[in-house]
T-cell receptor
Framework: GAGVSQTPSNKVTEKGKYVELRCDPISGHTALYWYRQSLGQGPEFLIYFQGTGAADDSGLPNDRFFAVRPEGSVSTLKIQRTERGDSAVYLC?????????????FGSGTQLSVL | QQQVKQSPQSLIVQKGGISIINCAYENTAFDYFPWYQQFPGKGPALLIAIRPDVSEKKEGRFTISFNKSAKQFSLHIMDSQPGDSATYFCAATIGGSSYKLIFGSGTRLLVRP
């Protein structure tokens, strides 16, 4: 596609529910990243995929968060037992190879609101 | 040590003026310093980036100044335009890694016509 696509753009859920956020990276990009941006803050790194594998998941805050990229393209971020503190914009980015100083292309994000 | 401190939090500049945003860091292992521009409802977009072996980098109206000894870097926007009104984030990373960016808290810039 022309850019990184994220769906849904907005997600409202209740505390304790399970949510899935989808990211469709730029075609041909092998590297994919998830970041979380709280209101008034800069994005924070969550996880990095190189192909199908999670190369670095050190930013995931706890075991309620999990992400997959089974075919090396689309990725899904999964959050179990959501908490109000999970409310944020979840950003996905991709880059061509994940090489040094490579440009990341961000999607517009999914605004998650946990009531 | 992993933080990047950004100031000011917000900035108002008249059209044609110079916008200056500053960032400071502690971790001397940081070796790549990009700036991102973010419009409301959009993801951040890379604006310009610098490595610490260079003291200044210019791309059009945007200039990064880098002071390695002071561990500070800044973004200068010359001839600021209303279309530049956005939130700007500085960032840093280690080992040339593109992915584990440490972002500042952002500066909301408003350029008045």
């Amino acid at each position: 596609g022309a850019g990184v696509s994220q769906t849904p753009s907005n997600k409202v859920t209740e505390k304790g529910k399970y949510v899935e956020l989808r990211c469709d990276p730029i075609s041909g990009h092998t590297a994919l990243y998830w970041y979380r941006q709280s209101l008034g803050q800069g994005p924070e790194f969550l996880i990095y995929f190189q192909g199908t594998g999670a190369a670095d998941d050190s930013g995931l805050p706890n075991d309620r968060f999990f992400a997959v990229r089974p075919e090396g393209s689309v990725s899904t971020l999964k959050i179990q037992r959501t908490e109000r503190g999970d409310s944020a914009v979840y950003l996905c980015a991709s880059s061509l190879t994940g090489g040094s100083n490579e440009k990341l292309f961000f999607g517009s994000g999914t605004q998650l609101s946990v009531l | 040590q992993q933080q990047v401190k950004q100031s000011p939090q917000s900035l108002i500049v008249q059209k044609g003026g110079i916008s200056i945003i500053n960032c400071a860091y502690e971790n001397t292992a940081f070796d790549y310093f990009p700036w991102y521009q973010q419009f409301p409802g959009k993801g951040p977009a890379l604006l310009i980036a610098i490595r610490p072996d260079v003291s200044e980098k210019k791309e059009g109206r945007f200039t990064i100044s880098f002071n390695k000894s002071a561990k500070q870097f800044s973004l200068h926007i010359m001839d600021s335009q209303p279309g530049d009104s956005a939130t700007y984030f500085c960032a840093a990373t280690i080992g040339g890694s593109s992915y584990k960016l440490i972002f500042g808290s952002g500066t909301r810039l408003l350029v008045r016509p």
